[in-house]
């Protein structure tokens, strides 16, 4: 008996704060107007993707001291974001990445409540920790927490917001005009929390929302953030683009919910995955390599070369041959709040390997940066793409992918347009929403239906 072929979930993740993004296309727009999102956000929800997804960057990166000018840097507060796209849309997910290191929960729950309200039960919460003290000083509290206390920040973080969202049942408003009574129990939103990170009690100000809780996402990806998501989160990116990796993860992440009492299903799996079109699978590939001379000019290429060499390189010419002097290996970087920094473990031993694989190809430092950086994830014509996605996701590499076009903000169109169409022929992918809220398009439970009697009793 053949198995029944999986849902594929897709959503879309409004590019900037990396350059992926070619800015300097005279296709892309604004990255800070709001009808830019409303385009995007239009565009997500005419296809029936699951959410549209923003992340978030909470300082200005710098590079030998300067702004790093050559990709978008910064955006608007998300919060400001997802609730003015609240207006402009009915069913699209609205989902936004909140720092666990620098914000405390009463108040980044009483946002996401109040989200959920504004969008009818559409709010999603990507919880992040900060790895770097350079972040750090952007904050009252300044400096960085170690690895294994940002997570234990991270968990009970996300366990006090969850206390205050169940501080509320649903069923306290009774707002009777005729006897002047609005509350049914007069202790509704009372809480209390003491924990090693956080000591509050008091009330929570905005009654249980549609969704109850709104659903979480982690993006981590280490041992620590595997585990994360496993106990509590709803969906974990992933940034495994092959199909033998993705396996690996999937099936990694899926054995670990077990042992908190989760079925698999509990859990979904969605890597980022970037996209070029083209009429015949040649044409895209054509242009997937003009995209990557864009994202990566000649002044990107040096800048990039810098994360490794941590030293200034702006006296190369990216059309040449690579340094042959090596990288300067210090607690100080040139490259500050960079995750690529942190790739970089052993930056003589990447220094060595890179002049190998110049030098055996023929490679200029332009050359090195475009080919060893992330290629797009999906290239080919619609078809290609259409039936490459379905085999990830029915081979169990995912659950569906989020989407990060180059062009901000009509890159999503032709993939609505022209390979969304091809999945819902399958049958794999929606014509229509089902539900309201975001839950509904993710298969996933009410928090209220999880435990019932102990909600009734609290």
Do not use: C
């Amino acid at each position: 008996m053949s198995k029944p072929l999986k849902q594929i979930h897709l959503a879309a993740h409004f590019p900037g704060v990396n350059n992926t993004t070619v800015w300097s296309d005279p296709a892309a727009g604004s990255h800070i107007e709001f009808s830019s999102f409303a385009h995007f956000a239009r565009t997500a929800e005419r296809a029936k993707f699951d959410f549209l997804f923003l992340a978030e960057g909470l300082r200005l990166r710098e590079q030998g001291g300067t702004i790093y000018d050559l990709d978008v840097v910064g955006r608007p507060d998300t919060f400001t974001v997802l609730a003015a796209l609240a207006a402009v849309t009915e069913r699209l997910g609205l989902t936004g990445t909140i720092n666990s290191t620098f914000n405390e929960p009463y108040e980044v729950a009483r946002q996401f409540a109040s989200l959920d309200h504004l969008s009818d039960g559409r709010s999603a919460w990507n919880v992040v920790t900060s790895w770097d003290a350079f972040t750090g000083e952007n904050f009252r509290r300044g400096g960085f927490l170690p690895q294994d206390e940002r997570y234990s920040r991270a968990k009970e973080f996300l366990a006090t917001a969850h206390e205050l969202f169940d501080s509320w049942r649903g069923d306290e408003i009774l707002a009777d005009q005729a006897t002047g009574t609005f509350l049914r129990d007069a202790k509704a939103g009372a809480f209390v929390h003491q924990g090693q990170h956080f000591d509050i009690h008091g009330r929570f100000n905005v009654p249980r929302s549609p969704q109850g809780r709104p659903v979480i996402f982690q993006a981590g990806d280490s041992e620590e953030g595997r585990e994360f998501a496993a106990s509590g989160a709803d969906a974990i990116f992933s940034r495994y683009s092959t199909l033998k990796e993705g396996q690996a993860f999937y099936t990694d992440v899926k054995s670990r919910l077990a042992k908190y009492g989760r079925r698999p299903d509990q859990l979904l799996i969605l890597p980022a995955a970037t996209f070029v079109l083209g009429d015949t699978d040649q044409e895209a590939a054509e242009l997937a390599r003009e995209v990557r001379r864009q994202q990566v000019s000649g002044a990107t290429a040096i800048k990039h070369l810098e994360f490794v060499w941590n030293r200034d390189l702006s006296a190369y010419d990216p059309e040449g041959p690579l340094p042959d002097v090596d990288p300067v290996v210090a607690e100080e970087h040139i490259s500050r709040g960079r995750a690529q920094v942190r790739m970089y473990r052993d930056p003589v031993a990447i220094a060595r390997e890179w002049r190998q694989l110049a030098e055996a190809n023929k490679w200029s430092i332009r050359d090195l940066v475009i080919n060893t950086g992330n290629r797009q994830s999906f290239v080919g014509s619609p078809a290609t793409v259409a039936q490459t996605i379905n085999d990830f996701v029915q081979a169990d590499a995912s659950d569906g992918f989020i989407l990060v076009p180059h062009i901000t903000p009509g890159g999503l169109d032709a993939f609505a347009d022209q390979v969304v169409p091809l999945l819902q022929e399958q049958g794999v992918f929606r014509t229509e929403y089902e539900g309201t809220t975001l839950r509904d398009h993710l298969g996933l439970a009410h928090p209220d239906a999880d435990a019932p009697a102990e909600r009734a009793a609290s």
